[in-house]
């Protein structure tokens, strides 16, 4: 570490709480595409992708020409004071692009976690009831009720208590280890069925306002469903009027290959939250759901100073075009067959490595000191973090153990900048096992 990043170090202890975590010690000074320089000039293949926030790339041209433009013209009214064309014309887009055959409306935020809170509120007033039902390594967010729905306690809830009432949580799908201790297909996807049982001792349906899920669970692990349990799930919220939530926050905007990840299961949910990659890094998120429950609340019930800000909406519709328009979402497609071919390999060659799982280019892998027992192996995930930092590749882990390896790549990466990546990936499993 040279002395600039030490006295930025120093600088950072000095002035800013420990409470925002920081995954590396890299200070950056520019980013283009899928790499990032530090201050030391060092360079950083990113698999990390900002948390998912950078689908389209650090920087990318187009995103950062909308902003300018938009900064140019202005920069803020506040959508409740003084309109403007370019929160309509996303919200437009986005009703186009959502599931179903139905009408629709959108809403906009700044975060993830309010995208969730505002679907929680919508679904609350439009159904008069107040239970919310939500999964077992869940991530909604750390706002208060985005932290009640979060289910890891550490380091997300710990000592924040006491938390938002009326939240139930209940087991989700998932297959490699199985809350039911059965085996998939066998199992009939019983984790789906159980949303019946679980109305009987937990709360009851009349009671039930929504039921949120993530169509890949992000920060729990990248656990990804079957085939048949958003259908069945669905299926089960219909028969009782209920609500399904699915929170694209970290899935949606092209991360899976397809613009909403839960496209992959062919289910048209009620309420959708948007947020991260869909405005390439601006603060934005969205609530696109069915016209009679968006409708529901009040005139003045719903908004925020900074919700719907022009310079982010000018940023997602500049990421609509580069995803749509430019064939970004072809390329995802291609990238998540190249990562899992590669991801299968590693696995037979690694026994460390006991699950792979994902849709596209977003996948995970799951790390275990042995295959039976499926121990974690946790300081393994850790120290794989660790060694290829060093050598040049960030990558993030996950997962209610922290052993779940994540990616998060910009999908603009190139071939070179992958393989690299994934050699020094592999380099780094080898080492890891040494």
């Given at each position: 570490m040279s002395q600039l990043s030490k006295e930025l170090l120093e600088r950072r202890l000095k002035n800013i709480?420990?409470?925002?975590?920081?995954?590396?010690?890299?200070?950056?000074?520019?980013?283009?595409?899928?790499?990032?320089?530090?201050?030391?000039?060092?360079?950083?293949?990113?698999?990390?992708?900002?948390?998912?926030?950078?689908?389209?790339?650090?920087?990318?041209?187009?995103?950062?020409?909308?902003?300018?433009?938009?900064?140019?013209?202005?920069?803020?009214?506040?959508?409740?004071?003084?309109?403007?064309?370019?929160?309509?014309?996303?919200a437009e887009k986005l009703n186009d692009l959502a599931p179903g055959n139905f009408q629709k409306m959108t809403l906009f935020a700044n975060s993830g976690a309010e995208a969730?809170?505002?679907a929680v509120k919508i679904s609350r007033y439009a159904t008069k009831r107040s239970g919310i039902i939500c999964f077992e390594n869940a991530f909604h967010g750390r706002t208060q009720l985005a932290m009640s729905l979060t289910s890891k306690i550490k380091p997300y809830k710990l000592n924040f208590g006491p938390f938002v009432p009326e939240i139930y949580r209940m087991p989700y799908a998932y297959c490699y280890r199985c809350p039911?201790?059965?085996?998939?297909?066998?199992?009939?996807?019983?984790?789906?069925?159980?949303?019946?049982?679980?109305?009987?001792?937990?709360?009851?349906?009349?009671?039930?306002?929504?039921v949120i899920a993530e169509p890949i669970q992000g920060e729990g692990g990248f656990v990804t469903p079957p085939p048949e349990y958003f259908p069945k799930l669905q299926k089960i919220c219909a028969k009782y009027e209920i609500p399904l939530i699915i929170d694209e926050?970290?899935?949606?905007?092209?991360?899976?290959?397809?613009?909403?990840?839960?496209?992959?299961?062919?289910?048209?949910?009620?309420?959708?939250?948007?947020?991260?990659?869909?405005?390439?890094?601006?603060?934005?998120?969205?609530?696109?759901?069915?016209?009679?429950?968006?409708?529901?609340?009040?005139?003045?019930?719903?908004?925020?100073?900074?919700?719907?800000?022009?310079?982010?909406?000018?940023?997602?519709?500049?990421?609509?075009?580069?995803?749509?328009?430019?064939?970004?979402?072809?390329?995802?497609?291609?990238?998540?067959?190249i990562l899992?071919?590669?991801?299968?390999?590693?696995?037979?060659?690694?026994?460390?490595?006991?699950?792979?799982?994902?849709?596209?280019?977003?996948?995970?892998?799951?790390?275990?000191?042995?295959?039976?027992?499926?121990?974690?192996?946790?300081?393994?995930?850790?120290?794989?973090?660790q060694l290829c930092y060093e050598k040049g590749l960030i990558i993030l882990s996950c997962g209610n153990y922290g052993n779940v390896i994540r990616t998060l790549m910009p999908l603009v990466i190139t071939k070179e900048e992958l393989d690299e990546g994934l050699s020094i990936l592999e380099e780094s499993f080898h080492e890891l096992e040494k």
């Amino acid at each position: 570490m040279s002395q600039l990043s030490k006295e930025l170090l120093e600088r950072r202890l000095k002035n800013i709480p420990p409470g925002p975590f920081n995954t590396t010690p890299a200070f950056i000074k520019d980013a283009k595409g899928a790499c990032m320089v530090d201050v030391d000039g060092k360079r950083f293949i990113d698999f990390a992708g900002g948390i998912g926030a950078n689908n389209v790339g650090h920087s990318h041209p187009k995103v950062v020409q909308a902003i300018k433009d938009q900064a140019d013209s202005f920069i803020h009214t506040c959508f409740h004071v003084a309109m403007y064309e370019s929160y309509i014309e996303l919200a437009e887009k986005l009703n186009d692009l959502a599931p179903g055959n139905f009408q629709k409306m959108t809403l906009f935020a700044n975060s993830g976690a309010e995208a969730v809170e505002n679907a929680v509120k919508i679904s609350r007033y439009a159904t008069k009831r107040s239970g919310i039902i939500c999964f077992e390594n869940a991530f909604h967010g750390r706002t208060q009720l985005a932290m009640s729905l979060t289910s890891k306690i550490k380091p997300y809830k710990l000592n924040f208590g006491p938390f938002v009432p009326e939240i139930y949580r209940m087991p989700y799908a998932y297959c490699y280890r199985c809350p039911f201790n059965l085996k998939y297909p066998s199992c009939d996807v019983a984790c789906a069925d159980h949303l019946e049982d679980f109305f009987i001792g937990n709360v009851a349906p009349e009671n039930t306002a929504a039921v949120i899920a993530e169509p890949i669970q992000g920060e729990g692990g990248f656990v990804t469903p079957p085939p048949e349990y958003f259908p069945k799930l669905q299926k089960i919220c219909a028969k009782y009027e209920i609500p399904l939530i699915i929170d694209e926050v970290q899935a949606g905007a092209g991360r899976t290959g397809k613009f909403f990840a839960i496209e992959h299961w062919g289910i048209e949910p009620d309420i959708i939250t948007l947020a991260k990659s869909f405005a390439g890094g601006m603060p934005l998120s969205a609530v696109i759901g069915k016209t009679e429950l968006m409708k529901a609340p009040h005139i003045g019930g719903l908004g925020g100073t900074y919700s719907g800000n022009p310079v982010s909406c000018r940023a997602a519709l500049a990421v609509l075009e580069i995803l749509f328009e430019d064939g970004l979402m072809e390329t995802a497609q291609r990238l998540g067959e190249i990562l899992l071919e590669k991801f299968t390999d590693l696995q037979k060659n690694h026994e460390i490595i006991g699950d792979v799982r994902g849709k596209g280019p977003m996948l995970g892998m799951e790390l275990v000191k042995d295959r039976v027992t499926k121990e974690p192996a946790v300081e393994e995930a850790k120290k794989l973090v660790q060694l290829c930092y060093e050598k040049g590749l960030i990558i993030l882990s996950c997962g209610n153990y922290g052993n779940v390896i994540r990616t998060l790549m910009p999908l603009v990466i190139t071939k070179e900048e992958l393989d690299e990546g994934l050699s020094i990936l592999e380099e780094s499993f080898h080492e890891l096992e040494k």
